[in-house]
């Protein structure tokens, strides 16, 4: 019975050295991230940490992802939030589902124009970051080609909201600053301010700005998500006479020549066709 005793405590003894080591081997395998297939990301913003795992050991060990893990099926897109499937869209393109990125687009373009307009934005600037999104960067540029109005819906510091918005002939095409003698930026009339406001370009020689960490920009005189602003302060409008005819924001309190910035709640790009005779 001593001899059995001390055998079956050995055996324990050899039994956990051998799950110890396997351990050991598996926190080695996490550290050096050798032949993995998933990388998780842990954090916000930059404050991220990358974990290079691997997905066979995620499923047996988790059962969440034994659940999520996908290797194939049917997503219904209709239940899904527009912006999630535009973020799907990066992902997949980030880890080369070609088929999946074509078909996402398709659906964006065919099923969800009125939301890509209204983020166009944030969509043109995205999609021309990688130039395999070319679905997307086709439906911008046509966009853009010529004959734009934006219109711009803000909040200010007042909790009143403003309707701005501009004109553009010319593409918006990062090519720096387009001479333009058509160009003009408006205000519309809303509870604090009794008339709408049309400001014509002045000097067509700085009318309209394209910058790649800009989104539209009239001249100082109407800007929205300039040097990458956030919302809080995604549009300002500013007094700049020489470069168009006047302010389009009436302000009762401080100096014309300070920027007023706003809190954008949405904005939307429009084409304009001329009428056919």
Known sequence: MHIIKKYW???VNSISLYFEKLS???IALLEK????????KVGKSRDTKEFKVHSAILKYRSAYFRDKYIYGGFISLESFDTQFIFDLILVADEFLLEESVDSLETYLIESKTHWLRIHFIHVYKKCFQ????????NWCNNILKTNTVTVINVKGKDNVERIFGGYNPFEWDNKGWVRC????VFSL??????????????????AILNYSDYGVYFGHALGMFV????QDKGCYTWCCPDRYEEQIEQIDVGPPTIAQ?????????????????
């Open 24 to 26: 050991n081997n598996y």
């Open 189 to 206: 009339k809303n509870s604090t301010d009794q008339n709408s406001i049309l400001s014509s370009v002045k000097n067509p020689d700085i």
């Open 227 to 230: 040097n990458h602003n956030g």
């Open 130 to 137: 990688n130039n395999k999104l070319k679905e997307l960067q």
């Open 33 to 40: 991230g050798e032949d993995f297939n998933v990388i998780i």
């Open 181 to 184: 003698h058509d160009s003009f």
């Open 9 to 11: 405590l050995a055996s």
């Open 261 to 277: 910035y706003y809190f954008v709640n949405e904005y939307e790009v429009f084409k304009i066709h001329k009428k056919s005779e």
